[in-house]
């Protein structure tokens, strides 16, 4: 099978998860992802849609001949509180907005996708209506590299132990090149 994108335009669409169609296939990208994927946590984002902003991150179906056909290759999240930085931290009136559950469906994965929606969510997040023109920073949380490069059972050897399939890369170290600091 031939990959149909060599570098795809990408854009955000709100998640409407009071859609049905909508919940199950997020519960579906989720389950891929491997992490918050159980009922209770999605049912908690569904009731806190103010505070969990997701996105689906839709690129145009080239193989389709009908307009306007979307694909959604994965999703991103814009959330209003991040309570990850110390209250000495932040200056009085610094809205606190951090980017959650980003995540690239395997197919559409190294093309770029994931790079273009955190910028896209960036610009997001300096403008009304999900983010804030005052908005100086952007928290997250990413799995440490020495997940990835630290060979200790409690580190890399943790994939093992828990069965799940050790990463190709290092997460840390991607936010890293696209301006993060730890
Ligand atoms: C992390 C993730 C979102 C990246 O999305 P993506 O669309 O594949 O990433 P991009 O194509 O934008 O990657 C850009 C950079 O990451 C690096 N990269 C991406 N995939 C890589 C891979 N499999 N191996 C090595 N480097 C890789 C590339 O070097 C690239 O940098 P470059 O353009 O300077 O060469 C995606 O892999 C994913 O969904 N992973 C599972 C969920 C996850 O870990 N989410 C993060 C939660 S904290």
Request: glycine residues 6%; aromatic residues 12%.
């Amino acid at each position: 099978m031939q990959k149909q994108y060599s570098s795809p335009k990408c854009q955000l669409e709100p998640v409407d998860l009071n859609d049905a169609s909508q919940f199950n296939e997020l519960r579906d990208q989720r389950i891929i992802c491997g992490w918050e994927s159980d009922l209770q946590t999605l049912r908690g984002w569904q009731d806190k849609a103010d505070l969990k902003r997701l996105f689906w991150i839709t690129i145009l179906d080239n193989s389709s001949h009908a307009e306007d056909k979307y694909i959604r290759a994965g999703h991103i999240s814009l959330d209003a509180s991040s309570s990850l930085l110390d209250e000495s931290d932040i200056s009085s009136g610094d809205p606190e907005l951090s980017i959650n559950s980003v995540f690239i469906m395997p197919y559409y994965r190294s093309l770029g996708l994931g790079k273009r929606a955190v910028r896209l969510v960036e610009n997001m997040a300096a403008t009304e209506p999900f983010g804030d023109p005052n908005c100086r920073f952007l928290t997250l949380t990413a799995l440490s590299k020495r997940y990835f490069y630290d060979d200790a059972p409690e580190w890399s050897g943790l994939w093992e132990k828990i069965g799940m399939e050790r990463p190709s890369f290092s997460v840390q170290e991607w936010y890293e090149k696209l301006g993060y600091v730890s």
